[in-house]
């Protein structure tokens, strides 16, 4: 496998710089999956492929909540100045910022309070094994389901849930 060079980087930097400030979730996520699809046998090695990096080019954008989607205004700055000083020295920061940008991108927070560290930032996924929609404490880890019922943790196998399921939720 080939591995990321300076030139690839800077590729995503100055596709970033070009977005506007005032640029919609939906643009930067077509900046982002753009630059992973055209380095796609790269994303498929560690440590990209770990953070999984190589499965986000198969989403079907439209079906995820991508305009409720934090990422404006601060965050769209914070997130365009840590682009502009990733360096190849630390790939594994570089795999893991993209792919936490892509979750702020593809996974809106909803409104909620954890029921173990009373944190507010609360992420809705959908567990793989049974289809359920799942409540995921992002500052714990701790995650449960709408009826109450307690995550078991085990291994974790969850998906985005996409706008459809949020909606029969009522939670966009």
């Known amino acids: ?6 030139s690839d980087l800077r590729d995503l930097q100055q596709k970033v710089e070009a977005l506007s ?8 996520l077509t900046v982002l999956l753009r630059w992973i699809e055209s380095h796609q046998e790269k994303m498929m090695s560690p440590p990209f492929s770990d953070y999984g990096l190589d499965k986000f ?16 205004g601060r965050e769209l700055e914070h997130f365009r100045r840590t682009v502009s ?11 893991m910022f993209i792919r936490d940008s892509l979750e702020a991108l593809l996974m809106p927070e909803v409104d909620g309070e954890c029921p173990r560290c009373n944190g507010y930032s609360i992420a809705v996924f959908k567990n793989k094994c049974d ?3 799942l409540l995921l404490c992002k500052t714990c880890g701790f995650g449960w389901y709408f009826d109450a019922a307690q995550d078991t943790g085990g291994k974790r196998e969850y998906e985005f849930a996409t706008e459809r399921e949020l909606r029969e939720y009522g939670l966009v």
């Not at 496998?1 to 300076?6: F, Q």
């Not at 080019?57 to 404006?72: A, C, G, I, M």
């Open 1 to 6: 496998m080939k591995a990321l060079t300076n």
């Open 57 to 72: 080019s198969q989403f079907k954008l439209e079906d995820y909540p991508v305009s409720k989607s934090s990422l404006r």
């Open 21 to 28: 400030d005032k640029a919609e979730p939906q643009a930067t």
């Open 131 to 133: 289809g359920k929609l």
């Open 85 to 95: 000083k990733l360096s190849l020295k630390d790939l594994a920061f570089v795999a």
